[in-house]
């Protein structure tokens, strides 16, 4: 162990949370686990687990309509599971947050109620080169709709945003939708730089922060985001849950995307009104289970030591590259100065996926392919990466294992 790891170790405690995560203790083609899948989705500590479950032994009921006692019971974690989230993320207020599936459902909505009455032929849109397609496509499908142009931030070599032409870029501009961190390869943008230059031509700025909630808490107000878009498993949480944070100014001004149960205030046959934000987006019986297992999340995220943890996920990201850059042959793709513990390479000559699948032999889980960022492939001129990813979980052992099974791989391959 270096002395950097010994400093970080000393600070967090890797075995206790380890423990904290049954699915980590097991074997893998015999081999012990080395989860390193993250970015794609995390594990769920004990309590998320018993979270679910006692909510589906004790409490299940629809939320919302009943008066019955477990009615009630359900409504209460439902909603306590809300404020729980607002409070995470620092919102202004717990009207301003809509659950969704996940951020992809978060960024349609927006994208579909922007096409709706926001955008218009002449109007733009600005991504930038580095998103997830969840953060293409519904801009695509919006501008098509409404005869908008989408623009892009371009990318540089070493994976961070070209803001050079920023100014340019803005005119015209009715929204901005970035990550705050690529799933990809792993940079973390200047999300409220951005946002103020946006701001300052009057465009509405949305953060896709899929990847952000993992790595420390979030700040809605610090990056002055009009949106914000995430995912409960992304965070320790359950799949099928997450949110859109908005701005309620927003939220009163858009019309709903989804129509249904709980999103009305009265119905006609001739037509029908509103209720009130944020149940005028929710159209429908929600994912309660999962609202109440992504708070329990929360609830034991806030737990750890953020500043030990960053300092932890540092020292991982650091001996990864350390670690990896001595194999022969190998490139990282993505090597901007402020980075997620998110690494992703190619090995000259050998294609990722036989790189995946050896890897996989030694008990290792990683990804590999275009990450839903084909674009940003494209701008490499490579088809693929093999993606290491890490989370609060992962020790030095962990990384010990990639980089040995990744120098075997290359020695059969290459
Ligand atoms: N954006 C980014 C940056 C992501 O990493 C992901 C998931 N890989 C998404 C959007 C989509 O998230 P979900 O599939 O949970 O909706």
Redesign the pocket.
């Known amino acids: 162990m270096s002395a950097a790891e010994a400093a970080t170790s000393t600070l967090f405690d890797v075995d206790a949370i380890r423990r904290a995560f049954p699915i980590l203790d097991q074997q893998v083609r015999g081999r012990r686990l080395a989860y390193l899948d993250n970015?794609?989705?995390t594990q769920k500590p004990q309590v998320v687990l018993d979270a679910l479950v006692r909510y589906y032994q004790h409490d299940n009921a629809n939320v919302h309509r009943g008066l019955h006692t477990l009615a009630e019971r359900a409504t209460e974690q439902y909603e306590s599971a809300r404020d729980r989230l607002a409070e995470f993320v620092n919102a202004r207020d717990r009207s301003e947050v809509i659950w969704t599936?996940?951020?992809?459902?978060?960024?349609n909505l927006v994208a579909q109620c922007f096409a709706q009455s926001e955008l218009k032929a002449g109007d733009a849109v600005l991504i930038s080169e580095l998103?997830?397609?969840?953060?293409i496509v519904p801009w695509q499908l919006a501008c098509e709709r409404s005869g908008a142009t989408l623009r892009w931030i371009p990318l540089r070599d070493d994976g961070t945003l070209d803001l050079s032409d920023l100014d340019a870029l803005l005119q015209g501009v009715r929204l901005v939708s970035v990550?705050a961190?690529?799933?990809a390869l792993g940079t973390m943008h200047p999300v409220r730089e951005i946002a103020d230059a946006a701001h300052a031509v009057g465009a509405a700025v949305l953060v896709?922060a899929?990847?952000a909630t993992v790595h420390q808490r979030m700040d809605v107000q610090a990056w002055d985001a009009d949106f914000v878009?995430m995912?409960g498993?992304?965070a320790y949480g359950p799949?099928g849950i997450?949110a859109l944070i908005a701005r309620r100014s927003w939220l009163e001004r858009l019309q709903p995307w989804h129509g249904g149960g709980e999103m009305i205030e009265t119905v006609t046959l001739e037509g029908s009104t509103w209720n009130e934000v944020p149940y005028k987006f929710e159209a429908g019986t929600p994912n309660i289970a999962g609202a109440i297992g992504m708070a329990a999340a929360l609830d034991w995220f806030d737990g750890l030591d953020h500043a030990a943890l960053l300092k932890h996920e540092q020292a991982l990201l650091a001996a990864t590259v350390a670690g990896l850059g001595s194999i022969h042959g190998l490139r990282f793709i993505g090597t901007a100065p402020v980075k997620a513990p998110i690494v992703s390479f190619v090995i000259d000559g050998v294609h990722p996926q036989d790189l995946a699948t050896l890897i996989d032999q030694s008990g290792v889980a990683v990804r590999t392919g275009h990450?839903?960022a084909m674009p940003t492939m494209t701008r490499f001129g490579i088809p693929g990466t093999v993606r290491a990813s890490m989370a609060c979980y992962n020790s030095f052992q962990d990384i010990q294992q990639l980089i040995d099974a990744t120098e075997t791989a290359a020695e059969i391959l290459s």
């Open positions: 970015a794609a989705t599936r996940g951020t992809t459902e978060a960024i998103e997830h397609h969840s953060n990550a961190c690529s799933n896709d899929a990847q878009a995912s498993h992304k799949t997450g990450h839903c």
